[in-house]
């Protein structure tokens, strides 16, 4: 696709339902990321795919936090027994190679956990 | 601890004035950094980057500057614009992940 798509754009749980996002990496990039920014932060780094593989797991904040990504193009992320700390945009973005191409990122899915 | 800072949550500059964005960073390992402009409800874009080996990198408005000794970068916008308002981004990538600083709100007022 022409660019970066995350569904759903927005998303209201409840507390201690699982969820999952989506990310539509723009075609033939190979690098896919995950970040999420709370209210009033930064972006904070979640995961890191290479292809298939997930070389750089270390910004998941719990093993509630899970990743995959199939056919090297579309990943999900999902969160199981939400909480209401988990409410921020999670962010995607994807890179034809390495970082230091630059990220193009998706719109962001916005979770509430209510 | 951050590894990327952006000590000044928000700025704000008439029209016309520059505007310029700080950023420190304490990992000597960074070998580009960026600078990402956001909209509300948008995903952030890319603005301009800079190599570690680079000391000033300029497109259009915008030049970035990198004083590796004092690991410090700055975005320069002139003539600042009403398009400008957003908030900024530094960032700064290491071995192929790009770890961002809180951002800078700045406000272009009229």
């Known amino acids: 696709g022409a660019g970066v798509s995350q569904s759903p754009s927005n998303k209201v749980t409840e507390k201690g339902k699982d969820v999952e996002l989506r990310c539509d990496p723009i075609?033939?990039?190979?690098?896919l990321y995950w970040y999420r920014q709370s209210l009033g932060q930064g972006l904070e780094f979640l995961i890191y795919?290479?292809?298939?593989?997930?070389?750089?797991k270390s910004g998941l904040p719990s093993d509630r936090f899970s990743a995959e990504r199939t056919g090297g193009s579309v990943s999900t992320l999902t969160i199981q027994r939400t909480q209401q700390e988990d409410s921020a945009v999670y962010l995607c973005?994807?890179?034809?190679?390495?970082?230091?191409?630059?990220?193009?990122f998706g719109s962001g899915t916005r979770l509430t956990v209510v | 601890d951050q590894q990327v800072k952006q000590n000044s949550p928000s700025l704000s500059v008439q029209e016309g004035r520059i505007s310029i964005l700080n950023c420190d960073y304490t990992?000597?390992?960074?070998?580009?950094f960026l600078w990402y402009k956001k909209y509300p409800a948008e995903g952030p874009t890319f603005l301009i980057s800079?190599?570690?080996?680079?000391d000033k990198n300029e497109d259009g408005r915008f030049t970035v500057f990198l004083n590796k000794s004092a690991k410090h970068l700055s975005l320069h916008i002139v003539p600042s614009q009403p398009g400008d308002s957003a908030v900024y981004f530094c960032?700064?990538?290491?071995?192929?992940?790009?770890?961002f600083g809180k951002g800078t709100r700045l406000h272009i007022l009229p």
């Open positions: 973005a994807s890179s034809p190679q390495t970082a230091s191409y630059g990220y193009t």
């Open positions: 795919f290479q292809g298939n593989s997930a070389p750089d």
């Open positions: 990992n000597s390992m960074f070998d580009y």
């Open positions: 960032a700064a990538s290491e071995d192929d992940k790009i770890i």
């Open positions: 800079i190599s570690s080996i680079k």
């Open positions: 075609s033939g990039h190979t690098a």
